[in-house]
Each structure stands twice: as structure tokens, then as C-alpha cells.
């Protein structure tokens, strides 16, 4: 099957198996690298551009996990790096446990 349209390549992942499509899901960060969560970290990080509310949020995330490490817990598959007053900062990494 020749797609060549977003239109088409729409229709193509719509007409496929359940089968397919868990195969296409676990292809889709290889196909598109701008679904890589961590790529977009690594670019985020690698800015000069001042981020002062995210700098601000970790800064409070770390100070609170300084001051009370037990008030940070680990999540199967995530690792909860803070909880402030208002925000959970979380840090997706898929190699811990599922």
C-alpha cells in the first residue's frame, strides 16, 4: 500500500489489526524521534533561554526532598521526584519496573 498524504497514512493506521497497531505503537518513537520524551528534556536542558517557573519548581522540589526525603515516594515506572504545595513532579523512566 503506497500512502503518501497524512490523510492516507491516517486511513492506513485506521484499517489495521489490533495486532498491527500494538506493533506500530511500540515502532512510533523510533519512526518519529519527537515522541522521545527524553529527547525533549535533553533539548529543554541544553537551552540558554531562562526558564525561571521551572527553575522556581525544582528548586522547591529539591529544598522540599532536602528537608524531608521521606515525603518523596517511588512509583512503579515513575520516579516521583517532589511534591510541592500544589504540583507532583514527576520523571518517566521506562527501565524501572512495570
Known amino acids: 500500500m503506497d500512502v503518501s498524504t497524512v490523510q492516507e497514512i491516517k486511513i492506513a493506521i485506521q484499517n489495521l489489526s489490533v495486532e498491527q497497531r500494538r506493533e ?16 525533549d528534556w535533553e533539548r529543554i536542558i541544553r537551552e540558554s533561554r531562562p526558564r525561571p517557573a521551572l527553575s522556581a519548581l525544582l528548586d522547591e522540589s529539591e529544598d522540599l526532598y532536602r528537608r524531608n526525603p521521606v515525603a518523596c515516594v517511588e512509583l512503579s515506572g515513575y520516579g516521583l521526584v517532589a511534591i510541592t504545595s500544589s504540583i507532583a513532579v514527576f520523571h518517566h523512566d521506562p527501565d524501572i519496573g512495570t
Open 24 to 39: 506500530l505503537i511500540s515502532e512510533l518513537p523510533m519512526l518519529l524521534p519527537e515522541l522521545d520524551g527524553d529527547a
